[in-house]
Nanobody, 120 residues
Framework: VQLVESGGGLVQAGGSLRLSCAAS????????MGWYRQAPGKQRELVAT???????NYADSVKGRFTISRDNAKNTVYLQMNSLKLEDTAVYYC???????????????WGQGTQVTVSS
């Protein structure tokens, strides 16, 4: 099982980016999917999560600006980021709680990370 992120890059403050994260491999079922970020010198923090049924949770710092969504048929989670601020600069990681085919437990898998840089 692997998670592959895409969509990061350099954007000016006030701009938008859309991140994607696709899970692949011998996937039996996916529960929660989400996005986290880690800025230089800081701990990794939650950005947004989404359950299979569509219940979302956002960090206060991104509420009203970021939107998480997912396509369960494609095992993909997205993060639409609008009104980006300098402080949104970080490496963004996706994760997913996955039960592999033939296995009985869920394990959290992480993507490799994608850099988002917001410039003034």
């Amino acid at each position: 099982v692997q998670l592959v992120e895409s969509g990061g890059g350099l954007v000016q403050a006030g701009g938008s980016l859309r991140l994607s994260c696709a899970a692949s491999g011998d996937i039996g079922r996916i529960n929660d999917m989400g996005w986290y970020r880690q800025a230089p010198g800081k701990q990794r923090e939650l950005v947004a999560t989404m359950t299979t049924g569509g219940i979302t949770n956002y960090a206060d710092s991104v509420k009203g600006r970021f939107t998480i969504s997912r396509d369960n048929a494609k095992n993909t989670v997205y993060l639409q980021m609008n009104s980006l601020k300098l402080e949104d600069t970080a490496v963004y990681y996706c994760n997913a709680e996955i039960r592999r085919v033939g296995r009985g437990v869920f394990i959290v898998y992480w993507g490799q990370g994608t850099q988002v840089t917001v410039s003034s």
